[in-house]
C-alpha cells in the first residue's frame, strides 16, 4: 500500500521548474498527436475508408465517431500536410519538434519566407504578429493633391479647374458627396 501511495504523490511534490517540464513535454507530444491524427484521417479520407462505416464522407465521419467538426478535422489534415514528414505521415517533421499544438496551428496559414523567421520560443501571440499584413509606406508624388485641399476649394466657392473635376471623377468621387463631408 505504501508503494502505491507514494506513487500517486509524485506530480503533487513538483517545483516550478519541474512543472514547466512537464508542461512543455505534454505539449510536445500533443503537436506529435496531433499530426498522427491529422495522417489518419487523410487516410482514411484517401482510401475512403469510411465507407466501411457506412458514411458518404470524412466529415460526417469525422464528426460522429470523434466529434470533430468539418474546420477541426480539416485543420488536422492541413497540419499534417505542412509540418510531418514528407507532408504525408504521422510523424512531425524534425525541424517542427520543438513547437507547441498552439504554434503549430498558428503557423499554418504562414508562407515559406514568414516561417523562416518563427523560432519555439516565440509565443502564440509573436507568432500571430507575423501574419499582420505588412504596411505600405506612404509618400507623396508632386503635383498630388488631397481631398482637404478639394473640399477646402469647393467651400470658399472657388473655382475648380477641370484637372480636377477629372481626378473626382476619377476616384469616384461625386461632387454632392464631396460637399456634405
Known amino acids: 500500500m505504501d508503494v502505491l501511495e507514494s506513487s500517486k504523490k509524485y506530480y503533487l511534490d513538483v517545483n516550478l521548474e519541474e512543472a514547466e517540464t512537464s508542461i512543455r513535454a505534454s505539449l510536445k507530444d500533443a503537436a506529435r498527436s496531433v499530426i498522427a491524427v491529422g495522417h489518419y484521417l487523410k487516410v482514411i479520407r484517401d482510401k475512403e475508408l469510411y465507407r466501411e462505416a457506412g458514411y458518404e464522407n470524412v466529415w460526417d465521419y469525422a464528426a460522429d465517431t470523434f466529434g470533430f467538426s468539418k474546420?477541426?478535422?480539416?485543420?488536422?489534415m492541413a497540419r499534417n500536410d505542412k509540418f510531418s514528414v514528407g507532408g504525408n505521415s504521422p510523424i512531425l517533421a524534425e525541424e517542427f519538434r520543438e513547437y507547441s499544438k498552439a504554434q503549430l496551428q498558428e503557423m499554418l496559414s504562414l508562407d515559406a519566407e514568414q516561417l523562416e523567421n518563427v523560432t519555439p520560443d516565440m509565443t502564440v501571440k509573436q507568432i500571430r504578429e507575423l501574419k499582420k499584413?505588412?504596411?505600405?509606406?506612404?509618400?507623396?508624388?508632386?503635383?498630388?493633391?488631397?481631398?482637404?485641399?478639394?473640399?477646402?476649394?469647393d467651400q470658399e466657392g472657388q473655382k475648380k479647374d477641370p484637372e480636377t473635376e477629372e481626378k473626382l471623377s476619377a476616384y469616384g468621387c461625386r461632387k454632392e458627396y464631396i460637399r456634405m463631408v
Open 133 to 153: 499584413p505588412k504596411e505600405l509606406p506612404y509618400f507623396e508624388i508632386d503635383g498630388q493633391m488631397e481631398i482637404q485641399d478639394i473640399l477646402k476649394a
Open 71 to 76: 474546420s477541426t478535422a480539416s485543420r488536422y
